[in-house]
């Protein structure tokens, strides 16, 4: 994966995230600013691991679970709430990475 590659997935993940946490009626400026915060910790990592360790399903399942889990706990850091933390994380996480597999498989049809 290329950094141009990097840029466009980071960029299109924050924004996603941050439109899953308004639907979600998130309106904590800390909470919506850390989302940005967290996805530059996870996002570019993430991208790194599936590019070096294959673009299969076992390794990016086991990735998208980890960064499920370390949001989780940065949620956790700053809500208190764990069942709130877990969803934001699922949610944002599950919702971002199907729409880059669209986008993806529409760009490769096209």
């Not at 980890?66 to 709430?81: A, H, P, Q």
Request: charged share 15%; net charge negative; glycine share 4%.
């Amino acid at each position: 994966m290329n950094t141009d590659d990097l840029l466009i997935a980071l960029v299109f993940t924050i924004i996603i995230e941050y439109i899953v946490l308004r639907c979600l009626g998130e309106r904590r400026q800390k909470i919506l600013l850390s989302s940005v915060v967290i996805n530059l910790l996870t996002n570019v990592p993430l991208n790194f691991y599936i590019d070096f360790a294959g673009y299969d399903w076992p390794h990016i399942l086991l990735g998208e679970a980890v960064v499920i889990i370390i949001e989780t706990l940065w949620y956790w850091l700053l809500t208190r709430d764990l069942h709130q933390s877990a969803v934001y994380s699922f949610l944002c996480n599950a919702i971002s990475f199907l729409i880059g597999l669209l986008a993806t498989l529409l760009l490769e049809w096209a």
